[in-house]
């Protein structure tokens, strides 16, 4: 029930492509809902976040939706940039403990 | 300024050695975690401490054990290293336990040998 299932493992897409990460959770207890990016050689960091209250939210190029229901939430890159060549996951977590369960991750290369 | 520093960056010792890795943040933040991050890069708490008290221990063995002198310092101890304990291993900070968005430091690889 801790789980965060995240796909694909990796992603491939040409410049200016729409990226899509899908997570999945089964713990209706957590109620923050954060996506962090990793280049490498450094720490996550984080990068969008959503609440379930909302079904949608975009910060500049980066969107996440959100469905309750089905517990699944997604992360769209539009317009993407080699910049944002990175490793990316989803996480879950419990505002009251503060502890987030991350996905598997993703690795995306976006190709010029 | 950095915001969350880790010491040292790097760490290749011998199984069975005993080793620690610091954590410092400036943040004025009231909360640090533990994480570990294997080779597959999947990113797990190990703990959580908020004002030097300990308010999360996942399932790690006995022999991690984490030290807050005050609530800008977390370390970590490491009794006995093993193969399994090569990682990276990052520290993080967050205002409060409550308070969601986590900042990470720039992590430390260990490389048990």
């Known amino acids: 029930q801790q789980q965060v299932k995240q796909s694909p493992q990796s992603l491939i897409v040409q410049k200016g492509g729409i990226p899509i990460i899908n997570c999945a959770y089964e713990n209706t207890a957590f109620d923050y809902f954060p996506w962090y990016q990793q280049f490498p050689g450094k720490g996550p960091a984080l990068l969008i976040a959503i609440r379930p209250d909302v079904s949608e939210k975009k910060e500049g190029r980066f969107t996440i939706s959100f469905n309750k229901s089905a517990k699944q939430f997604s992360l769209h890159i539009m317009d993407s940039q080699p910049g944002d060549s990175a490793t990316y996951f989803c996480?879950?977590?419990?505002?009251?403990?503060?502890?987030?369960?991350f996905g598997q991750g993703t690795t995306l290369q976006v190709k010029p | 300024d950095t915001a969350v520093s880790q010491t040292p960056k790097y760490l290749v010792t011998q199984m069975g050695n005993d080793k620690s890795i610091k954590c410092e943040q400036n943040?004025?933040?009231?909360?640090m975690y533990w994480y570990k991050q294997d080779s597959k890069k999947f990113l797990k708490i190990m703990f959580s401490y908020n004002n030097k008290e300990l308010i999360i221990n996942e399932t790690v063995p006995n022999r991690f054990s984490p030290k807050s002198p005050d609530k800008a310092h977390l370390n970590l101890h490491i009794n006995s290293l093993e193969l399994g304990d090569s990682a990276v291993y990052f520290c993080a900070s967050s205002r409060a336990t409550r308070e969601e968005t986590q900042y990470f430091g720039p992590g430390t690889r260990l490389l048990v040998l």
């Open positions: 943040l004025g933040h009231d909360t």
């Open positions: 996480a879950a977590g419990s505002s009251n403990t503060g502890k987030l369960i």
